[in-house]
């Protein structure tokens, strides 16, 4: 079927706004991922989700950021109160998970945004 | 954690010369190594994976990668390259048992026609 989808593919705010991007994994695909990518540097992990386990927030920068997954398949990713710091590309990944190996992950194209 | 190092950022080269791209990572336990690729304007996609087992592996589009454990190496070379390998290249590692991804900052590899 079609792969991870994002949206929107560009967002711009004023600084100190709140913006939700949005993730729609591949079917079928329990584990769900962020990350972001700013200039210059390589993907930084953000949260996952693995079905109805607790999520694995350890990479959210701050506690302007959350995310939520709702009925194991969409994900948003919120960051409120919007810094020129938060300018990056948002990238969202899914994969199958047996639980007992490493399962490929498949990239959306990514949410860029840009804080004013 | 696991960090990973990717060093030349920027590398430029002629069509049929030859490309090798250094990754280190640091980490003391088991882990498996990726290799991915984002060409331009396209989602970052897989270009190749270790696990366990024969430390050369070769992945899509002439690319193969050494895995030397006791460098901590995951070196992605390619003997010819073509126009169409320009595209940035990400090392990745994931310790067992760990999903998260830790990416190293990547290389942009431009090949001049």
């Known amino acids: 079927g079609a792969g991870v989808s994002q949206s929107p593919s560009n967002k711009v705010t004023e600084k100190g706004k709140d913006v939700e991007l949005r993730c729609d994994p591949i079917?079928?695909?329990?584990?769900l991922y962020w990350y972001r990518q700013s200039l210059g540097q390589g993907l930084e992990f953000l949260i996952y989700f693995q079905g109805n386990s607790a999520p694995d927030k350890s990479g959210l920068p701050s506690d302007r950021f959350s995310a939520e997954r709702t009925g194991g398949s969409v994900s948003t990713l919120t960051i409120q109160r919007t810094q020129q710091e938060d300018s990056a590309v948002y990238l969202c990944?899914?994969?199958?998970?047996?639980?007992?190996?490493?399962?490929?992950?498949?990239f959306g194209p990514g949410t860029r945004l840009t804080v004013l | 954690a696991q960090s990973v190092s990717q060093h030349n950022h920027h590398v430029i080269l002629s069509e049929a010369a030859s490309l090798e791209l250094g990754c280190n990572y640091s980490y003391g336990g088991t882990v498996n190594l990726f290799w991915y690729v984002q060409y331009p304007g396209q989602h970052l996609q897989l270009l190749l994976k270790y696990f366990s087992g024969d430390p050369l592996v070769k992945g899509i589009k002439g690319f193969e990668a050494e895995f030397i454990k006791s460098k901590f190496s995951f070196n992605l070379r390619k003997p010819s390259v073509q126009w169409s390998d320009t595209a940035e290249y990400f090392c990745a590692v994931n310790a067992k048992g760990n999903n998260r991804l830790a990416f190293g900052k990547g290389n942009q590899v431009v090949v001049i026609p």
């Open positions: 990944a899914s994969s199958q998970h047996d639980g007992l190996s490493y399962n490929e992950q498949f």
């Open positions: 079917s079928g695909h329990t584990a």
